[in-house]
């Protein structure tokens, strides 16, 4: 009787609705059901460009365990994310908690509501919030209405922060298609730096090599990044000499263990969808050697010593956002070129020596979450 009740009101509310307009634009009102049943989840595709209102109207589910509820887990241009229930929803409408009866689930939720903008054929998907074992046994279903053409008054009012609406709650929950793709993040990264500089004396010349892990801790605004890390050699180094144009020999530094820290920051311009997005990117990256131990004994360090072995990179490369909810996951990779200085001249083991341009790929994986 209730539900009847509500659509016959939806009915005249509707009437006055689609006969007036909103800043010009005229309201399109539907209505969609979601199935307890439905771990598919149920569809709804944009027909225009512009701001849409998903409103509960009416209905409740009944869960296998516990009472009546109307949570609605919502995914916006992608699939459902699942682990037991669907996780990581770009929205959720409806009650948190589970009701008794039927009639408090329906009466506690009718009338929340998000706004969300959308581009013409992006698409939404609504799933109940249950085990996903649970979903065969599920009954009932939850009405939700539709008005295309939201106005902006609408969008003001449900994001109000005037304590004298109605309790937190009860608020509609607010978000936009296009929220996550600014935002701030923060979280850690683990990346691999092979570097290889050249080094050459009055009558002879040699490459060095090391590679070196790290683990950073970042914070991203999504157009910048910056970071701070701490990282290790992950191979001996090593060296290649010459004399002239000829290989004279190749030596591996067993037994060295080299410790470093590194600031970064970098500039990129994501773009694409709102799950995978692409972004080019340039920026600095200093790494600092800080220790050295060689078969477990302090080697003193000079200034020459930090010199050779803690560049300065202009970097150039390449990154993806891929976004599942909050969670935000980033490979990338860089070509570094070294300005420390190029050319320079210097001493090393006492010995006269001007060092070239070192280089470096930088590979890694990035893990955060938005703030």
């Given at each position: 009787m209730s539900r009847m009740i509500s659509k016959i009101v939806s009915g005249i509310i509707l009437c006055f609705i689609t006969a007036g307009a909103v800043y010009g634009?005229?309201?399109?009102?539907?209505?969609?059901?979601?199935?307890?049943?439905?771990?598919?989840?149920?569809?709804?595709?944009?027909?225009?460009?512009?701001?849409?209102?998903?409103e509960i109207n009416s209905g409740a589910f009944k869960i296998r365990q516990g009472g009546y509820t109307t949570k609605i887990m919502i995914y916006t241009n992608r699939n459902i994310l699942w682990s037991d229930v669907p996780v990581l929803p770009d929205f959720q409408v409806g009650n948190k908690k589970a009701d008794s009866s039927f009639d408090k689930a329906e009466s506690r939720s009718a009338g929340k509501s998000i706004i969300v903008k959308l581009e013409k054929d992006d698409y939404v998907i609504f799933v109940p919030f249950s085990n996903i074992d649970d979903f065969e046994h599920g009954k009932g279903s939850v009405y939700i209405d539709v008005m295309e053409g939201a106005s902006f008054d609408e969008v003001n009012e449900l994001t109000s922060l005037d304590t004298g609406q109605a309790p937190e709650e009860n608020k509609a929950e607010i978000k936009y298609k296009n929220d996550k793709k600014n935002f701030v993040a923060i979280g850690t990264d683990v990346r691999i730096i092979p570097y290889s500089d050249n080094v050459s004396g009055p009558s002879w010349n040699a490459t060095f090599n090391e590679e070196t892990g790290f683990a950073s801790v970042f914070f991203d605004f999504t157009y910048v990044n910056i970071s701070a890390g701490y990282g290790i050699n992950t191979s001996q180094p090593s060296a290649s000499f010459g004399a002239g144009d000829y290989s004279t020999g190749y030596m591996s530094f067993s037994g060295i263990s080299d410790t470093f820290v590194d600031f970064s920051a970098y500039l990129k311009y994501p773009f694409g969808s709102s799950v995978v997005r692409f972004w080019p990117a340039v920026g600095f990256e200093?790494?600092?050697?800080?220790?050295e131990t060689e078969n477990g004994i302090q080697v003193p360090l000079d200034k020459d010593d930090i010199d050779v072995f803690s560049p300065f990179f202009l970097k150039i490369g390449a990154g993806l956002n891929i976004n599942a909810g909050d969670l935000l996951i980033m490979p990338f990779i860089f070509y570094c070129i070294d300005l420390t200085p190029v050319p320079s001249s210097g001493s090393l083991e006492g010995l006269p020596v001007t060092m070239g341009s070192g280089v470096a790929l930088i590979t890694g994986i990035s893990f955060g979450f938005k703030l």
């Amino acid at each position: 009787m209730s539900r009847m009740i509500s659509k016959i009101v939806s009915g005249i509310i509707l009437c006055f609705i689609t006969a007036g307009a909103v800043y010009g634009e005229e309201r399109q009102f539907e209505e969609i059901r979601i199935d307890a049943k439905a771990k598919d989840g149920t569809k709804y595709i944009a027909t225009t460009n512009g701001f849409y209102k998903f409103e509960i109207n009416s209905g409740a589910f009944k869960i296998r365990q516990g009472g009546y509820t109307t949570k609605i887990m919502i995914y916006t241009n992608r699939n459902i994310l699942w682990s037991d229930v669907p996780v990581l929803p770009d929205f959720q409408v409806g009650n948190k908690k589970a009701d008794s009866s039927f009639d408090k689930a329906e009466s506690r939720s009718a009338g929340k509501s998000i706004i969300v903008k959308l581009e013409k054929d992006d698409y939404v998907i609504f799933v109940p919030f249950s085990n996903i074992d649970d979903f065969e046994h599920g009954k009932g279903s939850v009405y939700i209405d539709v008005m295309e053409g939201a106005s902006f008054d609408e969008v003001n009012e449900l994001t109000s922060l005037d304590t004298g609406q109605a309790p937190e709650e009860n608020k509609a929950e607010i978000k936009y298609k296009n929220d996550k793709k600014n935002f701030v993040a923060i979280g850690t990264d683990v990346r691999i730096i092979p570097y290889s500089d050249n080094v050459s004396g009055p009558s002879w010349n040699a490459t060095f090599n090391e590679e070196t892990g790290f683990a950073s801790v970042f914070f991203d605004f999504t157009y910048v990044n910056i970071s701070a890390g701490y990282g290790i050699n992950t191979s001996q180094p090593s060296a290649s000499f010459g004399a002239g144009d000829y290989s004279t020999g190749y030596m591996s530094f067993s037994g060295i263990s080299d410790t470093f820290v590194d600031f970064s920051a970098y500039l990129k311009y994501p773009f694409g969808s709102s799950v995978v997005r692409f972004w080019p990117a340039v920026g600095f990256e200093k790494v600092l050697l800080i220790n050295e131990t060689e078969n477990g004994i302090q080697v003193p360090l000079d200034k020459d010593d930090i010199d050779v072995f803690s560049p300065f990179f202009l970097k150039i490369g390449a990154g993806l956002n891929i976004n599942a909810g909050d969670l935000l996951i980033m490979p990338f990779i860089f070509y570094c070129i070294d300005l420390t200085p190029v050319p320079s001249s210097g001493s090393l083991e006492g010995l006269p020596v001007t060092m070239g341009s070192g280089v470096a790929l930088i590979t890694g994986i990035s893990f955060g979450f938005k703030l």
